[in-house]
């Protein structure tokens, strides 16, 4: 009990004197969502997506190998015929990693250098904001999937080193379980099919928002 | 959600848990076994099995206390291995599984003094999972307060004589009046102890020590008929914990023949056929109580059995490690069993040992 009151109370204390303090010096407007978003460079966001794609699918494919590794090698002592054919679940994990890092590669080659006064274009928004919510649902459904795919691997193993009959019929789940890590891949292909590349602005000083300088 | 982090420590062992399970004798090996002439054919009959060449140093002719002490022997190594690869809270865990044979051996010790026998004779005979470091230092005590204070208060036991230092002197009923307490603290702390490592393995634990506890309870209640163990004392040796606390606890207490037994237990569906199977037109004579102990027994062994098997359709909890544990403990006294009825020659009851799997 004492773990969750210092776990969620003591951030949410924090933030609540934090705003009072704002209000009651007269600085309420310091908290400005549309100018927090505005004055964000559309970079941090494309980078920001980019990082938590790849680093959630290799935390989930990570994860599945352990969970399956470690019961692979211990059924393996007794029954070393499993060791071989157990390696799909392995294999299984690992293609959630691939899927990360290949929308890490096709979200990478939007980003292209351009000067700050001519960044802040609604184009450019747009592909920082896709970028970054491409990336973490990529990422988060590819660390599910590797989680899942790990712990049905692990009992596929265990169940194969009891009775080789069982282990087709527990990779059938394990095929439908890597099937949501495709699904992640499709959604965060789409999501940025029509962002453009981090493009110039036409006119030299176009700025968008009294906030940015 | 337990299976997220639990093999990151546990997944290795865990395998090889289930690895040494799929080891466990079936019915087609027991048959064969079953038809053996000579102790001879059982050695080589077992010697295809995964116990495999435990008997080949022994000179003929195999006495069935070695077959039992080797067999023994094949599970303390597996459990020692285990063990030693073993972390926190697993480590907890197994040490706890070897509390229950520590409490054996300390009785043995003290029975064993009181009828002054030979002390190193004794410490051979104690159960190799449940040794700590003073154990020849306890065939010197001559009561119970004594034992505590200079041998016992080192030992994980420790906490469980709290209940019973007030009996002063050792004769042999006390001493079982001491294992009995010794036995009931031990399953209380060990029930305490898995519902601290949260769901699912409390809920297995729970479930194979709450019947445990009752088959405790029961026991005791029919051995107390006709001694002179009062009633007070009776219900102080029932476990808290099980399907019969507290009101059948309570009953049982003052329960005073075997039909109150059964009436109690009718009240628990489980154990409702326990008691069902008498023959026809029972009374409470003796040759019929006789008869219906040693069947209660034989539900108790099966039930047990039960409880363990079903433990390992779960994975990601700790009730794996225990109930292999039982299960190759009945399996020790199976092999037991066939073998004793091979050397005496008594074909007729060599069907009379539990089936695992």
């Known amino acids: 009990m004492g773990y969750g009151y210092y776990s969620y109370g003591l951030p949410v204390f924090l933030a609540a004197v934090v705003a009072l303090y704002l209000l009651f010096t007269g600085s309420g407007e310091a908290f400005n969502v549309g100018r927090f978003l505005e004055e964000t460079s559309p970079y941090a966001w494309a980078g920001t997506g980019i990082g938590l794609c790849i680093g959630l699918s290799v935390l989930g494919a990570g994860w599945g190998i352990l969970v399956t590794g470690s019961s692979i090698l211990g059924g393996g002592v007794r029954s070393p015929r499993i060791t071989t054919k157990n390696l799909i679940s392995i294999i299984f994990c690992e293609v959630v990693a691939i899927y990360g890092v290949i929308i890490g590669i096709v979200y990478t080659a939007k980003l292209q250098v351009v000067p700050e006064n001519l960044l802040y274009t609604p184009e450019n928004y747009f592909t920082g904001y896709a970028l970054f919510w491409g990336g973490l649902t990529v990422g988060t459904c590819n660390l599910l999937c590797g989680v899942a795919v790990g712990i049905t691997g692990s009992t596929a193993a265990l169940a194969d080193a009891a009775d080789p009959n069982l282990f087709v019929k527990i990779l059938v789940v394990e095929v439908f379980g890597s099937i949501m890590g495709l699904f992640g891949l499709i959604v965060g292909l789409l999501m940025v099919s029509s962002a453009a590349d981090f493009s110039a602005a036409g006119a030299a000083s176009a700025v968008v928002s009294p906030y940015v300088h | ?269 489980e154990y409702r056929s326990f008691f069902s199977e008498t023959p026809a037109g029972a009374s409470s004579s003796g040759d019929d109580f006789g008869a219906m102990a040693a069947q209660l027994e034989d539900h108790f062994f099966q039930t047990e059995v039960d409880l363990n098997k079903q433990a390992f359709l779960q994975q990601f909890q700790y009730g794996v490690f225990y109930s292999y544990m039982k299960l190759k403990e009945q399996e020790i006294r199976n092999l037991t069993w066939i073998a004793e009825c091979i050397a005496q020659d008594a074909k007729d009851r060599i069907q009379d040992f539990i089936p695992i799997f």
Do not use: W
């Not at chain 2, 865990?14 to 038809?35: F, M, W």
């Not at chain 2, 700590?132 to 505590?148: K, W």
């Not at chain 2, 507290?246 to 023949?257: I, S």
């Open chain 2, 1 to 269: 959600m337990e299976a997220l982090f639990f093999n990151a420590n546990t997944g290795f062992l865990e395998a090889i848990v289930r690895g040494y399970k799929a080891g466990i004798l079936t019915q087609s090996q027991y048959a064969n076994l079953t038809q053996c002439e000579t102790l001879e054919d059982f050695r080589t009959q077992l010697s295809a099995t995964d116990y495999g060449n435990f008997l080949a140093n022994e000179p003929l002719p195999i006495s069935t206390s070695t077959i039992a002490d080797k067999a023994t022997e094949v599970l303390v190594e597996q459990f020692k291995y285990l063990r030693t690869n073993a972390v926190e809270p697993l480590r907890k865990f197994l040490d706890y599984i070897t509390y229950g044979y520590m409490i054996d051996n300390v009785i043995l010790l003290i029975t064993g003094t009181l009828h002054e026998r030979d002390t190193h004779e004794l410490v051979k005979r104690c159960h190799p999972l449940g040794v700590f470091d003073s154990m020849p230092v306890l065939c010197v005590a001559t009561n119970v307060e004594e034992l505590y204070q200079s041998v016992l208060i080192e030992t994980p036991i420790a906490p469980y004589f709290r209940e019973c230092l007030t009996a002063s002197d050792l004769d042999d009923l006390n001493i079982e009046i001491i294992r009995n307490t010794l036995y009931k603290a031990y399953l209380e702390d060990f029930y305490n102890f898995a519902t601290t490592l949260g769901s699912p393995t409390s809920e297995v634990m729970h479930r194979i020590l709450a019947f445990e506890a009752d088959r405790r309870t029961i026991n005791i209640t029919i051995n107390s008929f006709g001694t002179e163990l009062s009633k007070e004392l009776r219900a102080k040796l029932f476990p808290a914990i099980g399907r019969l606390f507290p009101e059948g606890n309570n009953q049982l207490a003052k329960a005073d023949d075997i039909d109150q037994v059964r009436q109690i237990c009718e009240n628990v569906s």
